[in-house]
Every structure is written in structure tokens, then in C-alpha cells.
């Protein structure tokens, strides 16, 4: 990777293209969408969507939030354990992205809290969940779930805040004049003499982060679903490092994407195909992870075992979307493994591709295993009572759970003209 010179850096700041014009414009449109689908769902309630109780009425009460939700926390682990990564090990090619993985994370947190909310029907009910969190906390999933949520958000932001200091200092005057009060906020009590113990804490930060992430992404987090006996689609031993390959390659494949359209609206070329060949093997290698533990938890579902773990499995590989989900995780993975075999054949159109299929296919995923465990119940006072229930999201829901996506997009492309999204020495400033 060849060292972007200030200006580069800043442009995104100081210059506006027709191409981020068009981009705003189509993101807000969708935004609309979602706030008219959002409050279709705070008038008229979850009946708008295709969630039900679970019980006589054969619904479930979890379906394409919480399946979104899940994704979204797995995206935020990997992106933040991305950046710690590299400042831990010194990767200095990837230096150019480990901002763009930092505000990723913080991002993916919000969206993912945001699921929660859309989840719980109304927004107030989130307080009285906070309200009663020292008394739920030992028993209630989404207790942890906010606590999870909570505890990575303080990280990210504390770090991508000390990592800027340093330099929104050193280019103040360069930076845009409306923006000054916020610069002026994150600035506030800063001196030059602090920038050496920042980088100590920085370090610091990143150990803790990467000390983390196999403990909340492949730990809390499935454990929350993994420990369950009453879903059998949910309970594992496995759950936790499925769900911390997942989390990471689909946090790799977003880095991918959003780097790679970064390279193309801001014609960033010092982001060569050097950084995005790294970043494929490493996509590559964890897809076929992936793609593993998926056989891991089919195989034995498939031999023999309990009825209702049989059922669950083949009612897992009955459905369509399982089978699109596979296929273009395969696609995306033997793609990227031929770009690597064969470098002449890696492009990074085709490679972004590549990564949405994967994302794609671990979003699929992570939905169907939310859905299937709540259809299927094993514990006999279930099965005696209540019948397999069904479940088809809804356009409302639909429309709600994808404006995470679309929202997602619209804060980076305002956290484009608020910060620079590749991090300058503050010593080594362009004059």
C-alpha cells in the first residue's frame, strides 16, 4: 500500500462528488420506506409483522429482527477485532482500513440495539427492560443482550475517539468550519503531552478487545441460544465457534465491501489490490471455516438422533433459503480461493461480489437458526400443547429489518464528512 498523502485523506471532507449525491439520495428515499414501515408497526403493533405468540397460535415470537440482530453483533466484534489487530501486530498494509473497521463497529452496535427495538414493538419498552436489568440479568437473553451490546459500544467509541484526538488536532484549521464545535468536543481537555500514554492505553484497548471477542462473539452471545435445550436447532456445543467464524467473516467481507467503495467514489488508489487480496485470503479461509461447522452441526441431525433435532435438520435442509444461503457462501468462497490460487483472475468488483454472497448467506443463516429453534420445541410439555408453529416475515418487517442495512449506509456515508476515515500520524501532516 502506498502512504496516502492529507489531501487524499480529506477530501472526502472537503468535496462533494455526484456520486455521493446520488448515493444520499437513494439512501434517503429508502429511509422514508423504513420510517413509514416503522410506524405502521408503532400504531397498529407486531401484528403488522409475521411474529406471533408462541403457544396455541402456533407463532414465534423471534423471527427476521432478532436473525438481524445477531448478524449485526457479529459484524461489530470482528470489525473493532479487525482494527485491534492491526495496531496489536503491526499489519501496517491494512493500516489504511483499520478506521473504516472502527466505525463500522460502532455502527453495527447501534443497528444491532436498534433490532432490539424494533423487536420489543415499542421503543419505551426498552426502559422498562433497563429498568428491571439487575433482576433479569441471570435469566433473561436479551438482558444479556443489551448488556453485550453496552459493554462493546463503550469500547469502540472510546477507542475511535482516543485514535482521533492526535489528529483532528494537528488538522483543525484544515477540516471543515461548521464542524469545529464537534472537533472542538472531542478535543475537549487535550494536550500534546498526552499523545504518547494515548498510544499506550490504545495498545491496551486493542489487547482487551481481542481478549474479548472470542469470549462475547463465540462465547456470550451463543450461549445466550446454545445453552437452551428447548430449541434443538439452538442447543450445541457448537454454537460458539460457529458463531465466532461467522462473526468474524462477515465482519471481513463488510470491510471488504465498504473499502472497496471507498476505493471507487473517492478514487483512493492508494488503497491497492495488495490490501484487498489480504483481506480475501483471510475471507477465504474463514468461509471455508464456516462452511465446516455448518457441516458440523447438519451431520449429526442427519444420523441418529433425537426425533426433534431430526426434524429440526430436515426441516432446515427443506428450506430454500437454506440452500441459497449455502450456495453463495461456496460461490463467494471458491471464488476468492481462485483469485488466490490464480491472482490473474482476482478482481475486486468480482471479489465484493463474492463478499455480499458471503454476508449474505451468514445473514440467511443466522435468521433460519433463530426461526427453527422457536418452530420446533422439545421439551414434551411444549410438544404435548402446542403444535410446530409457522412463520413468513411480513413486508412491514421486511422493510424495517433491511432500513438497518440502509441506515447503516447513510451513517457512514455522514461519518465520511465528519472524520477522516483513514488514520494520519499526527507527526507526519502534509503541509
Known amino acids: 500500500m502506498t502512504e496516502p498523502s492529507t489531501e487524499e485523506v480529506l477530501a472526502p471532507l472537503r468535496n462533494t462528488t455526484w456520486k455521493f449525491g446520488v448515493l ?42 432478532i ?102 488536532h494537528a488538522l483543525r484549521d484544515r477540516l471543515p468550519g461548521y464542524l469545529q464545535p464537534l472537533y472542538s468536543f472531542v478535543l475537549l ?10 498510544d499506550r492505553m490504545l495498545w491496551w484497548l486493542a489487547i482487551a478487545i481481542l481478549g474479548l471477542v472470542p469470549l462475547l462473539s463465540g462465547g456470550v452471545v451463543p450461549w445466550l441460544f446454545g445453552l437452551v435445550g428447548a430449541q434443538p436447532g439452538w442447543f450445541g456445543a457448537a454454537a460458539g465457534p460457529t458463531m465466532l467464524m461467522e462473526s468474524l467473516a462477515s465482519a471481513v467481507a463488510m470491510v471488504f465491501i465498504v473499502t472497496a467503495v471507498f476505493r471507487y467514489v473517492y478514487d483512493w488508489t492508494f488503497i491497492d489490490e495488495d490490501v484487498f487480496m489480504g483481506l480475501a485470503k483471510v475471507l477465504g479461509f474463514l468461509s471455508l471455516a464456516v462452511m465446516w461447522f455448518l457441516l458440523q452441526e447438519v451431520l449429526p441431525g442427519l444420523y441418529a438422533a433425537p426425533t426433534q433435532s431430526q426434524e429440526v435438520t430436515h426441516a432446515l435442509l427443506d428450506a430454500p433459503l437454506y440452500w441459497v444461503a449455502v450456495i453463495g457462501i461456496n460461490v463467494g468462497m471458491l471464488y476468492l480461493f481462485l483469485g488466490i490460487i490464480r491472482p490473474r483472475f482476482f478482481n475486486i468488483p468480482a471479489a465484493v461480489v463474492a463478499s455480499v454472497l458471503i ?73
Open 24 to 65: 444520499m439520495s437513494v439512501l434517503v428515499v429508502y429511509t422514508g420506506l423504513f420510517l413509514y414501515a416503522w410506524y405502521l408497526q408503532l400504531q397498529h403493533g407486531l401484528v403488522v409483522t409475521g411474529l406471533g405468540d408462541w403457544g396455541p397460535g402456533g407463532g414465534i415470537p423471534w423471527g427476521l429482527y
Open 359 to 431: 454476508t449474505g448467506g451468514i445473514w440467511t443463516k443466522k435468521v433460519l437458526f433463530v426461526v427453527d429453534g422457536l418452530l420446533h420445541p422439545t421439551f414434551p410439555p411444549l410438544t404435548n400443547l402446542y403444535p410446530s408453529g409457522w412463520y413468513v416475515p411480513s413486508l412491514v418487517e421486511v422493510t424495517i429489518a433491511g432500513g438497518s442495512l440502509v441506515i447503516a449506509a447513510l451513517l457512514f456515508a455522514i461519518a465520511t464528512k465528519l472524520i477522516p476515515m483513514v488514520e494520519i500520524d499526527a507527526q507526519e501532516v502534509d503541509e
Open 67 to 168: 436473525g438481524t440482530f445477531v448478524w449485526w453483533v457479529g459484524i461489530a466484534h470482528g470489525g473493532i477485532a479487525i482494527s485491534a489487530a492491526v495496531r496489536v501486530f503491526k499489519v501496517e498494509r491494512f493500516d489504511a482500513i483499520a478506521r473504516i473497521a472502527e466505525v463500522l463497529t460502532v455502527i453495527a452496535l447501534m443497528m444491532a440495539a436498534a433490532n432490539i427495538v424494533f423487536d420489543l414493538g415499542r421503543p419505551d419498552r426498552l426502559f422498562n427492560t433497563l429498568e428491571m436489568l439487575p433482576s433479569t440479568l441471570y435469566h433473561s437473553p436479551l438482558a444479556w443482550d443489551i448488556t453485550v451490546i453496552t459493554l462493546y459500544l463503550v469500547l469502540s467509541v472510546t477507542y475511535l475517539i482516543l485514535s482521533l484526538r492526535s489528529e483532528l
Open 189 to 198: 481537555g487535550y494536550r500534546p503531552a498526552e499523545d504518547e500514554k494515548v
